[in-house]
């Protein structure tokens, strides 16, 4: 028998800062330096859920097109200016280039989703648009600044490797294509991992979300099954696209390497 999910009161949930009183006596016995960060990130993750909780229950209600598109760019803006925060190497439009690639990757996703596969109604819906965005773009960000972190690093190492080649008579892109061959593999290794163990090793996140508010198990399959085809595929657009586009401010349009970008 399928029960509905059981509410949380708020004062049994606060019982969460017991375990983040572990997390903190661990940290401070091993001399970890991980106090303030999990401080800071408990105190901010809290405040965002809360406020994003309240925010989307008042967009469900509303059901209008111009919140969910309102909503969806104030994601990508914010995934895109934390794709690029790890990278060392700062390059001009850095965060317009990883929007537009994390925005090409789960636009496609999400049209997939709501033209062909779930076709909620309207195509718009809330309550099926921003969840499947939220873990396609997600998704899609962490692969963007693996990639592009590892890309950056294999350029500045295998620089000479590189201007070899171009040397050779191989254009720019042929030239920089193994180390963004190699970036690409190593952004979508934990994609893969996920979606090589789901069910085995481990509940996926919207399948036991689903699960709890009580929707029947096969049906929590389909979906999960959506969306880690969604995931990959997205993930792979976004983190292809991203890596180009940075390849591009490499490379002059006579295929030579920018040498002054590599410090």
Known sequence: MIHSVLPIPWWRLALVVVLLGVLLVIGQRFRLGIGRTAVVTSLRGTAQLIAVGYALGAIFAVRRWELVLATLLVMLGVAART?????RQRL????WLAG?????GTGLGLLFMAGAVVRPTPWYD???????AGMILGNAMNGASLAGERFQDELRSRRAEVETRLALGLSGNESVHPLLARALRASMIPTFNQFAVAGVVQLPGMMTGQILSGVAPIVAVEYQILIFFLLMTSTAISTLAFLVLIRSRYLTPAHQLRANLLR
Do not use: M
């Open 83 to 87: 794709s690029v925060g790890r990278l």
């Open 92 to 95: 001009p439009a850095l965060t």
């Open 100 to 104: 537009a690639a994390l925005g090409t």
């Open 126 to 132: 809330p309550q099926y648009v921003i969840p499947f």
